[in-house]
């Protein structure tokens, strides 16, 4: 029982649990066998390699460098390339057959909806005038009524929204 109780430390040539990586949990594995001069030559390799790096991230720089002089001197500045990116895409979008189509749908439906509003009004406009109507008929047998202020206010909107119609 005292083996148990001693943990994985103890046993250092132990077999590596579930999940554990065997390949890490023991080390990375040994570079293959090369002679002295293999190793000379790819040690030489990786200085020529090193050094192209970093003569391409000079020259990147001074390109870089180089553009944003040509950007300054036409007077290109962030914010006037994100207005014409923002234009450009803005005429990518209008040109779309979606959005086209999208823009007709709506069109049709503002027809749609105003045709329906109009019809609407003319009717509620219609049935005032025939409430109208009746209320002077009937209220022309009624002086009293007829000069109550109220019904003079309603009858004056009553005139104005025949007015507006015809």
Same mark, same amino acid.
């Given at each position: ?5 001693? =943990?994985?430390?103890? $046993?250092?040539? *132990? ?9 890490? *949990?023991? =080390?990375?594995? !040994?570079? !293959?066998?090369? %002679? ?11 200085? +020529? /390699? ?20 040509? +950007?300054?001197?036409? =007077? ?12 450009? &895409?803005?005429?990518? /979008?209008? #040109? *779309? %057959?979606?959005?086209?189509? %999208? ?10 909806? &105003?045709?329906? @509003? ?19 008929? $009937?209220?022309?047998?009624? !002086?009293?009524?007829?000069?109550? !202020? %109220?019904?003079? *206010? @309603?009858?004056?909107?009553?005139? #104005?929204?025949?007015? #507006?119609?015809?």
């Amino acid at each position: 029982m005292e083996d148990a109780d001693k =943990g994985p430390q103890e $046993h250092p040539d *132990s077999v590596p649990e579930l999940g554990e990586d065997a390949a890490t *949990s023991v =080390g990375p594995p !040994p570079p !293959p066998a090369m %002679t002295e001069e293999e190793r000379l030559e790819l040690q030489e390799e990786l200085m +020529k /390699v090193e050094e192209e790096i970093q003569t391409l991230s000079q020259v990147l720089a001074a390109k870089e460098r180089r553009v944003a002089d040509i +950007k300054r001197k036409l =007077g290109l500045n962030p914010l006037n390339e994100l207005k014409q990116n923002i234009t450009k &895409t803005w005429q990518d /979008v209008t #040109t *779309s %057959t979606a959005y086209k189509r %999208t823009s007709e749908t709506l069109s049709q439906a503002g027809m749609k909806a &105003t045709a329906a @509003f109009s019809t609407m009004g003319s009717a509620i406009s219609k049935k005032l005038e025939d409430v109208s109507l009746q209320s002077i008929r $009937h209220s022309a047998s009624m !002086p009293a009524i007829r000069n109550a !202020p %109220t019904f003079k *206010s @309603f009858e004056e909107k009553v005139e #104005t929204l025949k007015v #507006t119609d015809e």
